[in-house]
């Protein structure tokens, strides 16, 4: 009877994969998204030492408001769900014809270093390339080394860094072309 496994044996050993979607979030989405925003970001506030008074604009700190008024700016969001239970998302926008900005990625902990949010940058790609985009464009922690490696990994060119005397770290811009 060698060779011979049970349907219960190759059901609880078989890594089934969740059922990964991407949907267009809409305003009513806004605590969704505070939520994941706030709580994605929450480790890079601790590790850079941010916190309300030195850097009150970081998305560790996202609330409803920010995002009603993101979307009243036309900022398309987009949230990740794995099983309908929301894991991460992505802003999206567009000023002109040839350039959009990929925003706020973000990705709880738990979720992180299963694709997910290469998955989103990709869906951003995707979507600047159907409205014939040019160039995507990202600004991250300038002393955020990890994140622009990752970043480039996924095809993004090392930009210029700028500081401004309101942020207690440098951004690095980065440009995917399409």
């Known amino acids: ?65 920010w995002l009603k008024t993101d979307f009243s700016r036309k900022v398309q969001y987009f949230i990740l769900e794995e099983d309908t239970r929301p894991v991460g998302c992505v802003a999206y926008e567009k000023p002109n014809s040839e ?13 992180r270093g299963r694709g997910c949010g290469s998955c989103l940058v990709r869906h951003i790609v995707a979507r600047a390339r159907s409205e014939s985009v040019k160039t995507l464009s990202i600004g991250v922690i300038g002393e955020h080394a990890d994140l622009q490696c990752w970043y480039g990994n996924l095809g993004f060119i090392d930009g210029e860094t700028k500081r401004f005397a309101h942020l207690p770290f440098s951004v690095k811009y980065m440009t995917y072309a399409i």
Do not use: Q, W
Request: proline share 8%; net charge negative.
């Open 1 to 65: 009877m060698l060779g011979i496994v049970s349907p219960e044996f190759r059901k609880f050993h078989a890594r089934e994969s969740p059922e990964m979607n991407i949907r267009h979030a809409t305003p009513e989405d806004a605590a969704t998204l505070a939520m994941l925003i706030s709580e994605s970001n929450r480790d890079v506030a601790v590790r850079f030492n941010l916190d309300r008074d030195n850097c009150p604009k970081h998305p560790s700190f996202c609330t409803t408001d």
């Open 99 to 111: 350039l959009a900005f990929l925003n706020r990625l973000s990705v709880l902990p738990e979720f």
